[in-house]
């Protein structure tokens, strides 16, 4: 069914939250991605039309599935709403400025949280909050409950968050040279043994032989 609908130019989808439980829809991803061009938090008006009685429900995307590879819509999840009830969003936050202490100093500038939970009417849900960074020195930080909100906007992450920070550059590591190993000393007065020079006989040891004693010869008278 779904690559029945997408070669139809539409993609399958799912409407929760309302009082029929889920109802399963098809949208043109293309005039959906025109509608999110302000903002994943935008309110729609969806037409449904397959149930026994069709009519137009307000919903706010709440999950878009995209191809792995060549990023284009494959299925949707949206939230009916009402414009009288509370709901729960994530907004974006962008940092603006260039930090004190990246520009003077060389830090770092981090930025540790880029979307806020909160809750509020659909009316107040802001398109982005932009928080002003251009102040932070080396070791500032701006943690969530710095970040004003208008009224009607209740915060729901944890206010010790951080936000962004500035950290210190990395210290560059310096590596000593690689010391030589020491070559080995010359060996001064030592002579290469003598080869015998080639057809010389060594020479013989003089054999230590008696002398013969001079024999007596007999007198006679």
């Known amino acids: ?25 098809a949208v043109n991803p293309l005039e959906l991605l025109s509608a999110l061009e302000s903002g994943e938090n935008t309110l729609l008006n969806l037409s449904l039309t ?28 949206f939230q009916e709403i009402s414009m009288e009830r509370k709901i729960r969003v994530e907004v974006p936050l962008v940092l603006n400025g260039d930090p004190l202490g990246v520009k003077d100093k060389g830090g770092i500038l981090e930025h540790s949280l880029r979307q806020l939970a909160v809750e509020c009417l659909p009316s107040n849900i802001p398109e982005k909050i932009v928080i002003d960074v251009a102040g932070l020195d080396i070791g500032d930080a701006v943690h969530v409950r ?22 210190a550059p990395a210290a560059e590591e ?24 080639a057809g010389a006989e060594p020479k013989a040891k003089a054999a230590a032989e008696p002398k013969a004693k001079p024999s007596a010869e007999a007198k006679t008278k």
């Open 174 to 197: 310096v590596v000593a040279p690689a010391e030589e190993a020491p070559a080995e000393p010359e060996v001064v007065g030592k002579k290469e043994k003598e080869e015998p020079e």
């Open 50 to 77: 397959g149930g026994a009685t069709p009519r137009t429900a307000l919903v706010i995307l709440k999950l878009l599935q995209r191809d792995p590879v060549k990023g284009r819509p494959l299925h949707a999840d």
């Open 1 to 25: 069914m779904a690559k029945r609908l997408r070669r139809a130019q539409r993609i399958p989808a799912v409407v929760y939250g309302g009082s029929h439980g889920p109802v399963s829809v």
């Open 146 to 167: 710095d970040i004003p909100v208008s009224e009607g906007i209740r915060i729901l992450d944890d206010s010790a968050r951080v936000v962004a920070s500035v950290s």
